[in-house]
């Protein structure tokens, strides 16, 4: 194994991570924006009440894109083990 092989399998690794992560991060940011923007329109300043909407919209596109990063991390995990397997 070179450089360029371990730079690529965390090239590879990060990826993964983005596209996995990024449906569940996005929920919580649009989440958290939306209830700022309600915050700030009726002057409501309470700070503990957007965690509950952010867990519960991250739970639910969790629920709804599960398999999706599962496959993500199955192909990245198959890439690997076939680099190993073939001796980089």
């Known amino acids: 194994m070179n450089e360029a092989d371990a730079l690529d399998i965390v ?6 991570i983005i596209i996995g992560a990024g449906p569940a991060v996005a929920a919580a940011m649009l ?6 923007l309600l915050q700030a329109l009726t002057q409501v300043q309470e700070m503990t009440l957007t965690f509950i ?3 519960l ?12 990063t ?5 192909a990245f995990t198959e890439q690997v083990y076939g680099r190993i397997t073939t001796g980089f």
């Not at 090239?11 to 993964?16: D, K, S, V, Y």
């Not at 599962?70 to 199955?74: L, R």
């Open 70 to 74: 599962g496959a993500q991390i199955f």
């Open 53 to 55: 909407p952010k867990i």
């Open 31 to 36: 989440v958290g924006i939306g209830i700022a």
């Open 11 to 16: 090239q590879a690794a990060i990826w993964t």
């Open 57 to 68: 919209a991250i739970f639910v596109v969790i629920a709804l894109t599960g398999s999706f």
